[in-house]
């Protein structure tokens, strides 16, 4: 993996960042071809670096194409394909798309279920988004009960002094 955008991003240079991924994108594909895992990390990590820095439109469309090659380079149930999912419900949440969204969060916690286990943090990190976007959509009743799975696979996963627990309570 390419460290110097990751560490740009974490300076807050997003723009370089997003600048350095777009550049390295070409060489895994040409390299493996465009089904090939670390291709679609790439896509993965370029659509959070746009994620981060406001662009979901254009984090959207990544996220699809990275979901699309890992799909076709990981089969359909691997957790790598869960964590895409979530990144994309995460993205349409934020652009109003409800609908998709919560069909992307609940697929990706079906398919983190059998792949980590019943109560990974991946799992819980799933739940909780699908929580807070059913909590938004006046679903209260579900979105407690999800809240309330999250804090407590986090709980037994991580520990009570985690930032990830604090932040679910």
Do not use: C
């Not at 981060?52 to 699809?64: C, E, H, I, T």
């Not at 990144?87 to 919560?102: D, F, P």
């Not at 009960?145 to 002094?161: D, V």
């Amino acid at each position: 993996h390419n460290h110097a955008p990751h560490l740009l991003a974490r300076l807050g240079d997003g723009g370089r960042a997003e600048s350095l991924h777009e550049r390295a994108l070409p060489l895994p594909r040409s390299a493996s071809g465009p089904a090939h895992p670390e291709f679609a990390q790439s896509l993965n990590t370029l659509a959070g670096t746009r994620r981060a820095r406001s662009a979901s439109a254009g984090a959207g469309s990544l996220y699809r194409a990275a979901l699309d090659a890992r799909r076709r380079s990981l089969g359909g149930e691997r957790w790598a394909v869960g964590d895409t999912m979530a990144n994309l419900a995460w993205v349409l949440r934020s652009q109003g798309k409800t609908e998709e969204s919560e069909d992307s969060y609940r697929q990706a916690i079906e398919i983190h279920r059998p792949a980590l286990g019943e109560e990974h943090p991946r799992v819980a990190h799933a739940t909780s988004g699908l929580a807070w976007l059913l909590q938004e959509l006046g679903q209260v009743g579900e979105a407690e009960s999800l809240h309330l799975q999250a804090l407590a696979m986090r709980r037994e996963h991580l520990g009570e002094r985690h930032e990830a627990v604090a932040e679910s309570l």
